[in-house]
């Protein structure tokens, strides 16, 4: 029988009304009142005007909300659209990538997956499983450590150096007796993976299972996801994983061109 929760009392409770009040505050914007004044915000929200004004000093400095010098008044800051934009920007990704990953499932029949990063893990964006029996699952919204991972290796591969020294500060967890947490040999595995253009997983997550992935790479030529191929072990042996490399990497160029990539030409 689960223990009944402690409810938050003391400063851990001040904080949690102080960021539930803080969201109430940002959804108070709408398209027919973009600049609201802290006397209406107070009345809106049912708050003292001095809570309002010190919420909303602190959504300045962190860029969610600016205030207009002329009338005082607050509205939506730059840092609420950058937000956005990182949302559309998955939402843009799933949508291209989503044909070309139904033709990739069909030919070679073994689970097919869109993944992004998202701190230190990587999340399923889009997933199409093999009609096999046996098969790999990775359901939407799952979240995985990226180091382990044969999409988390392909996108870390190609992200800045602080982006995985953050992996490693978080900790290279253990899944499998093949995970690497060592976190000079994730480097060289990364390494790997700029070379072959693609990571190959090796039951490293889970026991049983491999799975290739490669980068998807964005108009600005950035790597913003990547798609990965996975089955059993008794069917993706190191002669299948051969054959499927090439497949993968060529829909991971296709639908970068979808999102804009122009790809270097040689010379």
Do not use: W
């Not at 008044?73 to 950058?82: E, I, P, S, V």
């Amino acid at each position: 029988m689960a223990l009944p929760r402690t409810p938050p009392h003391g400063a851990e409770a001040s904080r949690l009304s102080s960021v539930a009040t803080s969201v109430r505050l940002l959804k108070a914007f709408s398209e027919e009142q973009v600049e609201i004044g802290i006397s209406d915000l107070a009345k809106r929200l049912g708050v003292a005007k001095s809570t309002v004004h010190r919420l909303a000093v602190t959504l300045v400095a962190d860029g969610m909300l600016e205030q207009n010098p002329d009338s005082g008044k607050y509205r939506l800051g730059m840092a609420l659209f950058r937000l956005g934009s990182l949302v559309r920007r998955r939402m843009t990704v799933s949508s291209e990538a989503r044909p070309l990953l139904r033709e990739l499932r069909e030919k070679v029949n073994e689970t097919v997956h869109l993944a992004v990063l998202d701190g230190s893990e990587i999340m399923y964006v889009f997933n199409l499983e093999s009609t096999q029996a046996i098969r790999m699952r990775s359901d939407v919204g799952v979240r995985k450590p990226t180091h382990c991972t044969a999409e988390g290796q392909a996108i870390l591969a190609f992200q800045a150096a602080e982006v995985i020294d953050r992996v490693v500060r978080d900790g290279l967890s253990r899944r499998t007796p093949q995970t690497v947490t060592d976190p000079q040999i994730l480097k060289k595995v990364l390494d790997g993976v700029r070379a072959r253009g693609c990571a190959i997983e090796d039951e490293e997550s889970e026991l049983g299972m491999r799975c290739i992935a490669a980068p998807l790479r964005n108009d600005l030529g950035e790597v913003v996801a990547a798609i990965g191929l996975a089955g059993p072990v008794s069917r993706l042996s190191k002669k299948a994983l051969a054959t499927f490399i090439p497949h993968v990497i060529e829909t991971a160029a296709a639908i970068s061109a979808r999102l804009g990539h122009r790809a270097r030409i040689a010379g």
